[in-house]
């Protein structure tokens, strides 16, 4: 007996919406991972200086254009907090002075790689990104510190353990925050939503 051409299509739409249903909640998991995705490659990326694939993650004139504002406002609270301290103004007046190089030393690949390990700019005069540590190539046993005495242990000062929070801070943008108990160390990387999935490095704010 043959099925009418009605029934067949009853019997499909049901699979139909199901498949539908599937694509729209897998896109909105997509969507909603996606800068956790972006941040993970452009890290990856950056920590291997491969410059075609940060570019693709970052917005170079508006990191550029955030870096010498933050920088520049850094130095200026400087500036007012010591005042009274004549070497501490003219190192910072060096500093504002050497605001481009800074700002075009971070505006590399290299320079993202120290933002998104935890090491922001200082606003030193001829300050360059310091070197992340390669995760690839860890140091041998000859060049790593040997453990301080029982005697020392306890004047041995441990570096303040570093807090990495990432997430949303609106529908379009998206932050990573970079905490620790040191002066200068406590800041954010943001991200823009570019279309559904795509987000790019935008800013930096050193003053979270």
């Given at each position: 007996m043959t099925v009418p051409t009605r029934m067949k299509g009853s019997a499909a739409r049901p699979l139909i919406i199901t498949l539908i249903v599937i694509v729209v909640i897998a896109a909105l998991g997509f969507a909603y991972a996606s800068p956790y995705?972006?941040?993970?490659?452009?890290?990856?990326?950056a920590d291997a200086r491969d410059a075609e694939t940060v570019n693709q993650y970052v917005d170079f004139p508006a990191l550029r254009d955030s870096l010498k504002q933050q920088i520049t406002g850094m130095l200026?609270?400087?500036?007012?907090?010591?005042a009274n301290?004549?070497?501490?103004?003219?190192?910072?007046?060096?500093?504002?002075?050497l605001i481009g190089p800074l700002v075009d030393s971070?505006?590399?690949?290299?320079?993202?790689?120290?933002?998104?390990?935890?090491?922001?700019p200082r606003g030193d005069p001829g300050e360059r990104p310091a070197a992340p540590p390669d995760a690839n190539n860890p140091p041998a046993a000859a060049d790593t510190p040997a453990s301080p005495p029982a005697a020392d242990a306890a004047n041995a000062t441990q570096p303040p353990a570093r807090e990495t929070t990432a997430g949303y801070r609106g529908i379009n943008e998206f932050v990573v925050t970079y905490r620790r108990g040191e002066a200068n160390a406590n800041y954010s990387a943001i991200f823009q939503r570019e279309g559904l999935f795509t987000w790019k490095l935008t800013?930096?704010?050193l003053n979270e």
């Amino acid at each position: 007996m043959t099925v009418p051409t009605r029934m067949k299509g009853s019997a499909a739409r049901p699979l139909i919406i199901t498949l539908i249903v599937i694509v729209v909640i897998a896109a909105l998991g997509f969507a909603y991972a996606s800068p956790y995705i972006a941040l993970r490659n452009l890290k990856r990326a950056a920590d291997a200086r491969d410059a075609e694939t940060v570019n693709q993650y970052v917005d170079f004139p508006a990191l550029r254009d955030s870096l010498k504002q933050q920088i520049t406002g850094m130095l200026t609270r400087r500036l007012d907090a010591d005042a009274n301290s004549k070497l501490a103004t003219i190192g910072a007046m060096i500093g504002v002075t050497l605001i481009g190089p800074l700002v075009d030393s971070y505006a590399t690949p290299d320079g993202v790689a120290a933002l998104l390990n935890g090491m922001p700019p200082r606003g030193d005069p001829g300050e360059r990104p310091a070197a992340p540590p390669d995760a690839n190539n860890p140091p041998a046993a000859a060049d790593t510190p040997a453990s301080p005495p029982a005697a020392d242990a306890a004047n041995a000062t441990q570096p303040p353990a570093r807090e990495t929070t990432a997430g949303y801070r609106g529908i379009n943008e998206f932050v990573v925050t970079y905490r620790r108990g040191e002066a200068n160390a406590n800041y954010s990387a943001i991200f823009q939503r570019e279309g559904l999935f795509t987000w790019k490095l935008t800013a930096i704010n050193l003053n979270e």
